[in-house]
Antibody, heavy 121, light 107 residues
Framework: EVQLVESGGDLVQPGGSLRLSCAAS????????MSWVRQAPGKGLEWVAN????????YYVDSVKGRFTISRDTAKSSLYLQMNSLRAEDTAVYYC??????????????WGQGTLVTVSS | DIQMTQSPSSLSASVGDRVTITCRAS??????LNWYQQKPGKAPKLLIY???SLQSGVPSRFSGSGSGTDFTLTISSLQPEDFTTYYC?????????FGQGTKVEIK
């Protein structure tokens, strides 16, 4: 069974930093792209970043470029999101999602339970 | 960036009704379109990928269609557990954008 378990969410002051983790199990981690998707309270879903199987390619939504860094550790089957210079508008539940692939189509086919990041003074 | 627009933003329906939700892309995305269901306080769940392919384990009352810029998600006979929020998402290009969501409520 595929499992994704996020951790690291917390209350942080504006301008602060936080590192989110996602522990993956039940599948071959090195075969998949992985993504972070967030959801502000009462709002819709927003894709944040993704990373290739081997970590050689990384992509970000414009609003987090230069502030957030996605990374992965193959040995630990873990995904990370380092978040710096946090703003109030980064307040959200952050989900780790597997970028499943089928016949040329990508899809977020497995999700973690989410971890809440609150940016407030 | 490709903008995804869902309509309606909300709708009221009854158990057993046939419901259709529309998603429009700001440019052609071929069939690179996914649909998700999200229940309150839970992670989204993949329903449909590649515009019309049913994800494993998803009930057959859910179906998707469309290509280019216009897509639909249809629930053939609403069940009590289907009253929740649905999102479309394009996988044609990065950033992977979502629609704003459609909330299906009980009439």
């Amino acid at each position: 069974e595929v499992q994704l378990v996020e951790s690291g969410g917390d209350l942080v002051q504006p301008g602060g930093s936080l590192r989110l983790s996602c522990a993956a199990s039940g599948f071959t981690f090195t075969h998949y792209w992985m993504s972070w998707v967030r959801q502000a309270p009462g709002k819709g879903l927003e894709w944040v970043a993704n990373i290739k199987h081997d970590g050689s390619e990384k992509y970000y939504v414009d609003s987090v470029k230069g502030r957030f860094t996605i990374s992965r550790d193959t040995a630990k089957s873990s995904l990370y999101l380092q978040m710096n210079s946090l703003r109030a508008e980064d307040t959200a539940v952050y989900y780790c999602a597997r970028d499943g692939w089928s016949s040329g189509y990508y899809k977020f086919d497995s999700w973690g339970q989410g971890t809440l990041v609150t940016v407030s003074s | 960036d490709i903008q995804m627009t869902q309509s309606p933003s909300s709708l009221s329906a009854s158990v057993g009704d046939r419901v259709t939700i529309t998603c429009r892309a700001s440019q052609s995305i071929s069939t690179y379109l996914n649909w998700y269901q999200q229940k309150p306080g839970k992670a989204p769940k993949l329903l449909i990928y590649a515009a019309s392919s049913l994800q494993s384990g998803v009930p057959s009352r859910f179906s998707g269609s469309g290509s280019g810029t216009d897509f639909t998600l249809t629930i053939s006979s609403l069940q009590p557990e289907d009253f929740t929020t649905y999102y479309c998402q394009q996988s044609y290009s990065t950033p992977r954008t979502f629609g704003q969501g459609t909330k299906v409520e009980i009439k």
